[in-house]
C-alpha cells in the first residue's frame, strides 16, 4: 500500500515505474541494416558504403581493404565501369550521386603508389586446386578469391600476357597501360597464385583433363568470336568486324584507311572504336544504333549501354549518332561500300510479348560510307568447349554463382551471355569461388541475409551539407590523343570530400540524432556494439512509438516496425 | 545479448534531468524541449515549474520524472516561486541556479506580471517558457501566444471566423524592454542551438529567458513524428525567429539560408486547414497574411542568410558522423 | 527593552529578531509601516535578510512560498485587498505544508472601498489552512510574532498573525522589545525538512488523485487539531523565557460567577476589559479573549463557558446571507451541549467603525432586551439608509 509523504511529494526519478511503453499502438523503431543502392547495383558485389565509411573517418587503406574485399581491380574499375552505383546513389535525389567511381580510382592508384598489402594469405601447401580459364577480369577476380578462401588458383591464359580484354579491347585513352600493368601484375605477384601464359584450350589444356586434375574448373574465355553480320545477305568484301578492328588497334596502332566510317551497334565497344576512328584522321564517324540516346522521355531498357562520360566524350569529340535506326542496305560498287542505306527503327513489344524490331517504311535515307565496322556484339568462341556449348552462343550456367551441369565446373562473365561489364565478371569471380568454398569444404552455405534496399524516401536529407558532386578534370578535346588517359584524378582532397558526401543509406552514421530528439528519453546509447551492430538501444519500456527518430534519421537506419 | 537497460540508463554520457515514464503524449515537443533544457543545465539547480503540460506529466503523486529539486505552486507564480528560491539561495550563501518554467499560457497570460516583476528585480533566474501556442492542457485553448489564423477551441474557424483574430504577443520586445543580460528564442529542431542558449543562460549572473518553439501534436494536428519537421519549417519561414537578445538589443540570429514560403509549414499543421479550403476567399488572404507576417520578421531581424553559415538554419542541423554535432 | 512604539514599528523589530532569511512584500495600507521599518532596518544594516520588493501580494506571498521551499525562514504580511489576491497562495502553502509568517493588519474588504479595521480578510482565507492567532494588543503582536515562526517550523503549518488595522498597527504603546540574546536562546534556528536541494532532489506540489487526496487533507486536519497543543505549549515557554504570556488558546476573566459571558478576538477584548473596568455597575460578565481562531479550540470554548446562562459573542466580520461567522462557529461547537449558553452573536465594528468603551454595558443590556434578535449588526443605524435597503 503506496503511503502518502508529507505534502504529498515526490522522489526523484520514481516516474521509471511507469512503464510508457504499453502506449504503443502504430509500431516500435527498428534497426533496419538495409542495403545501400549503390551495394544493391554494384555486379561485383562492393559494399560502397562501408568503404566510404572508412574514407569519412579519414582511412583511405582501410577503405582499399573493404572495397578489395570484393574487387581486387579498382583502378581498373574505377576507370572503365559504368558504375550503376552512382546511378541508383539515393542522394541523386537531392544535389547529385556520389563521385564512387573517381573515389574508387583514387583508392586504386593510391594503393598501386604505396604498394598497400592484399588481404590476403598464402594457401597451405596442400591446399586444393582450382583451375581457371582466362586471366582477363573475371579469371583474375576468380584467382584472387581463390587465396582469399585459402584455394591454390592456377590460371591458363592464352595471350602472352594477362589482362584479357582489359589489354585487348579498352584503349589506353580510358584505361593507360601502365595501371593496368600495375594492377594486375599486384595481383599475380600475390604467393600461392600460378599464371600460364599462351596457354590455349582446347590446344595446350583440355577441358576434361582439368576436370580430372583440379578440385574446381573455372572458365573465364570472354567472347573472342564475333557474331555475324549482313545486309540482307550483303556482306562487303573489306568487312572490319568492330572488336577484331580494336584488337588489331591495339596491338598495332593502325587503322585501315577510310574517310567515312559507318559503324553499326551500340556499346562501350562501337563508341570505343568511332572514337579511335575518328582519331586516326577519318573525316566522318557515324554510329548507327537501334537503341535511343539519353533523353527525358527515354525508356531506360532502350537507352544505349555506353558508359554516359563515354558518349558525352564521343560526342565533344564530333562523332554523331544515329539512334533508333538501322543498316537496311549496303550500297557496294563490286566489293567496296560507298554507302548505307539506313532506316528508323524502334524495338517493339509485340503481341507475345518479345520485342521485335520494326523498320519504318519511308523513312530510307542514304548516306556516304567507304568503311562500315559492324559491332554488334560477340559470342563465345568454341574451341576447347564443344562439349559444353552444345552449338549454343554462350555457356549457361544454372545460377548466379555459375555452376555448369558438370560437377565443380564454373562459367564467368562475358562468356555466361547474361553479363557485359568487367565488374560483373569481377562479382562472378567472387560467387564462384565462394560456391567452390563450400563444396569442398563440404559445408552449408549460410544462408544469404537478403537485405532490404533503403529507398531515398527513407532518408531525411536536411541533415546533409548541401552540396553538388565533384567533377573529374577531363583532357580538352584539342589535346586528346592515343596515349594520355582523357579523364583525369580528382586527387586526395576532393576524394575524401566526396566521401563526406555519402549519405550511408540504411547504415548508422551514430550522428546522435534519435539520442538526442527522443522526447521520452527512450534511446540509449551504448559503449558496446549492440547486437544490429549499432551503439544504440531503443528502452522499448518506455518507447511510446511517437517515430520520431525514424522521421529524423538521417540514413533510414531507423525504421517504424509492426509490434511482434 | 541484451544490455542491462537500468545500468545502460544510469551510464548515459549526459546529465538526465527529466526520466522517462512521464505521460507527455507521443511526440511532445514541450517533453522535448524540456529533457533537453535539463540536460545544459545539469544537477546543481533547483526548479519551480508553472502549472501545465508540463508540470501535470511529470508529476502525478507518488511519481515524478524530476531528477532535480522541483516545486510546483500555482499557474501564475512561477517567476514569483524562484524568486523567492534566488533570495534563499543569496540569504544561504549557496550557487545552486534557479530555473523557472511555464508554457506559454502562464508566461504570455496569467503570469506575465510576475515575470515583468522577476525580471525588473534581477533575479539570478533563467526562465524558460515552452510555446506550444496555446493552453494545451486544458484543452487547446487560445493564448497570446496562439498565432494569427490559428484555429483553437475559443477561437475555432467558422462560417464568421479563420481562427484566432489577434496576433501572436511579440513577447520578445517586451522582453527586450526589461533589458536583462541575454534572451533568446529556439527552437527544438535545432537541439544543439538549444542547448548553447541555456549554457549561456546558465552561466550569467542575473536574469535571463528562452522560448522554446515546442510543437504539439495534438493541439496542433500533426503527426506524432512531424514534431521536429513542423518545428523546423516554423524557422524555416520566418515565422518563428531564432534571435539572441542581449540587455535588450538583438546581438545574434540564426540566418535561414533557404527560405521557404509559410504554406509548407501552415499546411503540415491541421490547426491551420481551414486556410486551405478550396473556394474561400478568406483562406488565401490569411495565407497572404501569415506570408505578410513571416516577411516582416525576417526583415525586421535580418534573418536572410547571404552566404552558407555553418549556423544558419542548414548549417545548424548538419549531423557528423560520430555526432558531437554541438 | 521597554519602548514607545507604534505597533507596525514593534512588529517590525519582532520580526527581525527573528532573523527572517527572506522578506517579501506588497505595501498596502495599514500593513505600510511594518514593511517600511522593515526596509530601513535593512538598509541600516540592523537585519541581514533577502528583501524582495514585489509587483502584488500575489507575488508577496509566491515568493516566500518559494524561499521557504528552498530552505529559508521566510516571513511576509498583508491586508485587505492583498490578502484575497494572495489568497491562491495560501491554500497552496498551507497544502504543501511549508512552514511561514505571514502578518495580517486586518482591514476591511472591498466593495465600498475601506482602509479601517475589520476582520472580513483573514476570515476570508480561515479555510485555507494555515494557524490564525489574533493579537489583542501591541504586546502581543511582538509576542505572538515570534512565537509564531517556532510553532510554523515545529508544525509545518504556515502561521497567520493578526492585528487590526490602525487600531493597533498604527497605535503608540510602551512595549518591551525582547533582548537579541533572548530570542536568539528560545527560538531554534530554521530547518524544513522537505526543503529543495540538490543532494536529495524532491518534486513538491504533485497532482494527488482521488485516491489519495482525502488522506492529505485529512492528515492536515490532524496536524491542525495537534497544534492547538503546539500553540499553547509555545506560549508557556515564552511565558517562561520573557515573563509573558499571550493567552494559550483562549483566555477567561472576570467575576466566576458571572452568568453572561462575552466572547471576542482582537483589540476589541481591550475595549471591553476597559469597559468593564470602567463601569462595573454595568453588571458581571466572564470575558473570554480568544486568541487562537484556527485551528478553533473547541473543546477549551466548551469548558470556558461551562455554567454560563448567556454568551455574547462578538463578530468584527459578517457573512451576508448568513451572520456572524464566530458567532456561527460558536454555535456549532455548542450544539447538543446540555445546558449551553443561550448565544447572542453581535456583528460590531465593520470597516473601522469605532467601538467605545461604554460598549460594554451596551452589551450587557442588551442580553435581556426582547427587541434585539439573536443575530444583529449591533451598531447598525438603519436610518442612513433608503427604507427599501433597511
Redesign the interface.
Known sequence: M?Q?????????????????GN?RSTGKPVHVHAAAPCHSACPAGEDQQAWL?YM??GQAEAAWRELVAANPLPAITGRVCPHPCETACNRSTTDGALAIHNIERWLGDEAIKHNWAYPVAAPADDAPEVAIIGAGPGGLSAAYHCLRNGLKPVIFEASPEAGGLLRSAIPATRLPRDVLDAEVSRLLALEGLTLHSSKRLGRDVYLDQLQKQYAAVILSPGCQAAWDWDVRGAVPGDLHEGLHLLKEFMDHGAFPEAKNVVVHGGGNTAIDICRLLKRSGAMRVTLVTASGLPGPDTDPADLINVVPRELTEALEEGIEIIDHATINRLILRGSQTTGVEIASLRKIRGVDGRKRRVTFEGTERIIEADMVVPCIGEKVDPEGLESLMNGRAYLAPTDDAGHLANAHTYALGDARGDRGTVAGAIGDGLKAVAAIAVDLAAVQSAAQEIRPELPAEKLNP?????SSRTLAPTLPVAERDFETEIEGDIGRTAAMAEAARCM?CGNC?????C????????V?????V??DGSHY?F?L??C?????C???C?SGFIQ?AAED | MAPDMNKLRDEQPRFCGLESGHRACQGCGEALAARLVMEGAGPDVMVANATGCLEVFTTAWPQSSWQVPWMHSLFENAPAIASGMDAAMKAKGKNTKVLAFGGDGSTYDIGFQALSGMLERHHNILYVCYDNEAYMNTGIQRSSSTPHAAATTTSPAGKESMGKRHLKKDMLSIIAAHHIPFAASASVAYPADLQRKVRYAMGIEGPTFLVVHSPCPLGWKHDSAATIEVARRAVECGLFPLVELERGTVANVMPIRNRRPVVDYLSLQGRFGHLFKAGDPRAEEERDHLQALADYNIETYGLSGQTDDNLDTTGAGIVRRGGGGA | MREALEGSQAVAKAVSLCKPDVVSAYPITPQTHIVENLSKLVADGDLHTEFVSVESEFSAASVVLGAAAAGARAYTASSSQGVLLMAEVLFNAAGMRIPLVMTVANRAVSAPLSIWNDHADSMAVRDSGWIQIHCENNQEAVDSSIQAFRITQETEIPVMVCMDGFILTHTMEVIDIPEQAMVDAWLPAFHFSRSLDPASPKSIGTLVTPEFFTEVRHSHHEAMRKSLSVIQDTDASWEKASGRACGGLLTVEGETDAKIGIIAMGSTVGTLREGHHRHPESGAAKLIKLRTFRPFPAEAIRQAVAGLDHLIVIDRALSPGLGGILGSEVAATLCGVENAPKLHNHVLGLGGRDIPETIYADLLASVEDPDIPAFSIFDNQPNKLAPEDR
Open positions: 503506496t502518502l509523504t508529507r505534502g504529498a511529494f515526490a522522489l526523484p526519478g520514481t516516474s521509471l515505474d511507469f512503464k510508457t502506449w565509411a569519412q573517418q536536411v541533415y546533409f551539407e548541401v550511408s552514421l551514430a550522428c546522435d540524432n539520442w538526442t530528439l527522443c522526447p521520452d528519453n527512450a540509449l546509447k551504448t559503449q558496446a549492440t547486437a538501444v528502452d519500456d518506455y511510446k512509438g511517437c517515430g520520431i525514424a522521421a529524423e538521417p517504424m
